[in-house]
């Protein structure tokens, strides 16, 4: 049985992409670049906000480090401005949350997204849900698939003592596979976030679910 689950957040959790997207737009518009649809984003997401950066930016402009750290900068700015925004919880995903919470059932979050911006959004959105750890990138720190992050989140939900079969990773992307992998935990994929089934049954996903209930008969 597993005792621990781990969320990814972004395309997972909450579907961010409006408020990311608005965001970055806003900063492409600061340097008078060429935006994108904000659909366009999803492709985008998934590796932190540098690499979100530099996958927006004109080419020229996504090769020269000091401009992306600007253009990172302002980004920022501008996200966390308004965090909330264009962002919304997935359909079912509230119930299954107070579901899991009933069956006494530890909840944590491992997110590549900023670690004040996770911090915030989770229970910003989840305000019922008793969450054990909330765990984004610090400054400096390592990015997912790396597996600081969601150590951190193991050991701040009190769980480091748990065998690694009783914790379960949850994600929507490529890097959610490795993430999990290279933490060796067993780990379940939705197709409801930032990446078509297609494109995770191509990156070796193991395991799938198409809605938020599907996941208790991993538990």
Not at 39 to 64: C, N, Q, T, W
Not at 89 to 97: K, N, Q, T, V
Not at 144 to 156: H, L, M, T
Request: charged share 25%; hydrophobic share 40%.
């Amino acid at each position: 049985m597993k005792r621990l689950l781990i969320f990814d957040l972004d395309g997972t959790l909450l579907n961010t992409i409006g408020g990311i997207g608005s965001a970055c737009n806003e900063m492409l518009a600061y340097f008078d670049l060429p935006t994108w649809e904000l659909s366009d984003y999803e492709r985008f997401v998934g590796d932190g906000s540098r690499m979100l950066i530099k996958r927006a930016l004109p080419a020229e402009k996504a090769a020269d480090e000091n401009f992306v750290d600007s253009a990172r900068d302002v980004y920022l700015k501008y996200y966390r401005a308004n965090l909330a925004r264009e962002t919304r919880p997935y359909e079912g995903m509230p119930e299954l949350l107070e579901e899991l919470q009933r069956r006494g059932i530890t909840l944590a979050v491992a997110s590549n997204k900023f670690d004040d911006g996770a911090k915030f959004l989770v229970p910003h959105f989840y305000p019922d849900i008793r969450w054990a750890a909330v765990e984004g990138q610090k400054p400096g720190g390592p990015l997912k698939p790396e597996p600081g992050i969601i150590s951190d989140a193991i050991r701040n939900s009190g769980a480091a003592g748990l065998a690694r079969d009783q914790i379960l990773y949850i994600g929507d992307c490529e890097v959610d596979i490795q993430s999990a992998e290279r933490s060796g935990l067993d780990y379940v994929l939705c197709t409801w976030g930032f990446r078509r089934r297609a494109v995770l049954e191509a990156a070796g996903a193991k395991t799938l679910i198409d809605n938020p209930k599907e996941l208790l008969s991993f538990i």
